[in-house]
Nanobody, 127 residues
Framework: QVQLVESGGGLVEPGGSLRLSCAAS????????IGWFRQAPGKEREGVSC????????YYADSVRGRFSISRDTTGNTVFLEMNDLKPEDTAVYSC????????????????????WGQGTQVTVSS
């Protein structure tokens, strides 16, 4: 049974940083494309970033490029989203998701291309 568990969210002031984690069980993340998504109240789910299976190919939404960084820890079967210079508009529930095995990720990062989802972690950017 595939399970994804996000952690690392919280309350941070503008300009601050957070590191989100997505820990997987039931599959080996290295062989799957991983996406990070966010959804703010009253807004549609937005693809933030993705990393392809078996490679370091990554994509970022324009709104986060240069501030966010996605990475894998193959040893720990975990994917991270490092978020720097956070802004109030980054406030949302952030979720990770896994796509079909051996697939590459693409831009834009579209939710319907991903099969398994975590429950999400809240990120609030406020002073």
């Amino acid at each position: 049974q595939v399970q994804l568990v996000e952690s690392g969210g919280g309350l941070v002031e503008p300009g601050g940083s957070l590191r989100l984690s997505c820990a997987a069980s039931g599959l080996t993340l290295e062989y799957y494309p991983i996406g990070w998504f966010r959804q703010a109240p009253g807004k549609e789910r937005e693809g933030v970033s993705c990393v392809s299976s078996g490679s370091d190919t990554t994509y970022y939404a324009d709104s986060v490029r240069g501030r966010f960084s996605i990475s894998r820890d193959t040893t720990g079967n975990t994917v991270f989203l490092e978020m720097n210079d956070l802004k109030p508009e980054d406030t949302a529930v952030y979720s990770c998701a896994v796509g079909p095995k051996y697939n590459l990720c693409a831009y834009p990062v579209l939710p319907f291309l991903y099969n398994y989802w975590g429950q999400g972690t809240q990120v609030t950017v406020s002073s």
